[in-house]
């Protein structure tokens, strides 16, 4: 079977899409609609049909899928123009049935922040889920106070999937009963693309407008490279960006400026958000992540970049090897890390010859470090402390760190949860190991990390520091050459 789209189809067969529709309804192309308004077609029928026509199907490239993949794509019932998500299931019992092997010994209470809160702790959760308390779980909002960081697990000497469970009771929970704008978030890229339901349109010219500033400032010629057949790198964005903070984008830019890369940005599915790991719903998390398989196909790119919202590498490649393994083999996923240490060492970009005279330290974000360390085999913690001390003259740690790290607080979705005070209240165990350090600046690779320690711990915890991205770090000390060794991507 092949994944088709009309638009597209109809533009690469050199018809109009009302050709394609009319095959469809027709009975002509025998076609299944699935989610992000695709069909299901057979590969047989199609080819039989383009030579009816004269139409040369053997230039196109499709991705093929195959019979299972197809039954997961398929959906009962649809909206014209909408996704809609089937039903979430309602079992967790799989996840405590491998929780019978808790000790109660309490480490995994022990090590998390917000033990004691509303009574609850994670071996009580723990507890109550093998002894088969579902519906008081289920209806509990403390799973949702949870980071998901992982903490506790790590400490957890029978090695019981804490974070699993959890995630699980967040998927028991109907879609209408999420805590906050989360349930909204996801429906919304299952409609639109994006979390924050930004058209198309809208966000083409937001980027076009910002890339304008950039040529002004500081890049002349700049030009952001917007459905570029063949770039090197595909480049997801986090909609916060181009929605609330879309100079934030700059940073990037200008690091791809500086390094001649050869990149690009789908102007649909190019949300690197995936609230549905958030809410323990992987039909959105498969549609997110299919979207973004989609993109890499039809634009032909060779390395998917995942500049890091807060959960968007580990969701993705979690994606990918549940659902999409065998297109994934296709392209790399690289890390914002690997990047960053490859321009650095290649001399591909040059950085200031004397750092920042700052004293600075580094946050650890529990998805690339904890998790993936869990779940890839990889923790990316010392690349960041490269280029951080590359970047500034004096270089201090937080104790714990690495993958023993604390969680800032904003983990698992808090951040957009209506839970403030819990979400400050956990981060109070960070913002006494920044008040440790001495440090006048705090580095860390997540945007979600930077906001709550930025405007919500420095705020409570009364904490004198600057707060910065790693790519804003590095896009700070870059030195753009005269005459930019680049090639431009028209």
Partial sequence: MIVVQIGRLAEQLGVHRNTIRNWIRSGRLPARRVPGKRYLVDEEE????????????????????????????????????????????HDFRPWALGADVCLTCGSCAGVCPIAGVDDWDPRKIVRMAVLGMEEDLVTASWPWKCTLCGKCEQACPMGVDITGLMTALRRARARDQVPGPLHKGVLTMAETGNNLGIPREDFIACCEAVARELAEEECPGFR??????????LVTVNSKEPFAEPRQMKHWWKIFYAAGESWTIPTE????????????????????????????????????????????????????????????RQFRVITLFDLLTDYIRSGRIQLRARPFPVTATYHDPCHVTRKSAKAFGKAYDEEAREIVRRCCADFVE?????????????????????????????????????????????????????????KSLCKEYDLSVDVKLLWELVAEALIVPSKARREVVE
């Fill in 224 to 233: 952001v490279p917007l459905d570029v057949q063949g770039a090197r790198l």
């Fill in 46 to 89: 199609f080819i039989r049909l383009c030579h009816a026509y004269g139409l040369d199907a053997s230039a196109l490239q499709f991705r093929r899928v195959s019979a299972a993949s197809a039954t997961a794509l398929e959906r009962e019932e649809e909206w014209e123009g909408q996704t809609v998500l089937g039903p979430r299931p």
């Fill in 398 to 454: 937080m104790v714990p760190n690495r993958e023993d790290a604390y969680c800032c607080g904003a983990g698992g979705g808090l951040a957009a949860m209506p839970f403030h005070e819990e979400r400050v209240f956990h981060g109070r165990y960070k913002a006494r190991q920044i008040r440790r350090t001495g440090a006048s600046l705090v580095v860390t690779s997540c945007h979600n990390c930077r906001d709550q320690i930025l």
């Fill in 269 to 328: 599915s190019w949300d690197g958000v995936q609230w549905g790991a958030y809410t323990g719903d992987d039909e959105a998390l498969q549609l997110g992540v299919g979207r973004i398989v989609d993109a890499m196909r039809r634009l032909r790119c060779e390395t998917l970049l995942l500049p890091e919202c807060g959960h968007a590498y580990h969701a993705v490649r979690m994606g990918l090897s549940r659902w999409y393994t065998e297109e994934s």
